[in-house]
């Protein structure tokens, strides 16, 4: 299975000030299609997951341009630009190139 | 608009089986594959299992396999996960996600599962 490996896992930021996390993969997740299928997920405190971004850097309806993906092979990057109250919570990337999808471990957010 | 509703979580003797349920609405089921996602008490997301839209198993984690059984009812728009054999290990809340397109692209809310232990 591929294994997804965030950074840090705990990450203190000051409303208004960015924030980025790290997700790497064990394997290349660029598919035979020629597609790259790494997805965030934001899971606010006693909240289902929602799709944050989806192929790297897609944004879902709704999520602020606050929100921006990057990176390309085994290596992806989360940044919010400007972190705001309602962005407290749990981030997870998760893969869909190889079976079976596989999550990072989550990268908890708070606030100074 | 998507829905995903899950039930059927409860509290579980050890040894012990459970059905869930997810209903779902507002999109042709029928026509996506679905997965079970679950979170133990304070942990992260693992899959746990998936189905094609021809109800055929696609993928079991190796925690549950031979124990758990996914299966839907198209007509119906359901989805359902058979547990047995249930442990501590599978204290956690079981959420039911459609997939698309190498993705989750929408949750339920989650059902809970608790061993009486």
């Known amino acids: 299975d591929v294994v997804m490996t965030q950074s840090p896992l705990s990450l203190p930021v000051t409303l208004g000030q960015p924030a980025s996390i790290s997700c790497r993969s064990s394997?290349?997740?660029?598919?035979?299609?020629?597609?790259?299928?790494l997805n965030w997920f934001q899971q606010r405190p006693g909240q289902s997951p929602r799709r944050l971004l989806y192929?790297?850097?897609n944004r879902d309806s709704g999520v602020p341009d606050r929100f921006s993906g990057s990176g390309s092979g085994t290596d992806f990057t989360l940044k919010i630009s400007r972190v705001e109250a309602a962005d407290v919570g749990v981030y997870y990337c998760?893969?869909?190139?190889?079976?079976?999808?596989?999550f990072g471990q989550g990268t908890k957010l708070e606030i100074k | 608009e998507v829905q995903l509703v899950e039930s059927g979580g409860v509290l579980v003797q050890p040894g012990g089986s459970l059905r869930l349920s997810c209903a779902a609405s507002?999109?042709?089921?029928?026509?996506?594959?679905m997965h079970w996602v679950r979170q133990a008490p304070g942990r992260g997301l693992v899959g746990v299992s998936l189905?094609?839209?021809?109800?055929?198993?696609?993928f079991y984690a190796d925690s549950v396999k031979g124990r758990f059984t996914v299966s839907r009812d198209n007509a119906k728009n359901t989805l359902y996960l058979q547990m047995t054999s249930l442990g501590a290990e599978d204290t956690a809340v079981y959420y039911c996600?459609?997939?698309?397109?190498?993705?989750?692209?929408?949750w339920g809310q989650g059902t809970l599962v608790t061993d009486s232990s």
């Open positions: 996600a459609r997939d698309f397109a190498g993705s989750i692209d929408s």
């Open positions: 507002g999109f042709a089921f029928s026509n996506y594959r």
């Open positions: 189905i094609n839209i021809d109800g055929t198993p696609a």
């Open positions: 394997q290349g997740l660029v598919h035979s299609d020629g597609n790259t299928y």
């Open positions: 192929k790297v850097a």
């Open positions: 998760m893969q869909g190139t190889r079976w079976p999808y596989t």
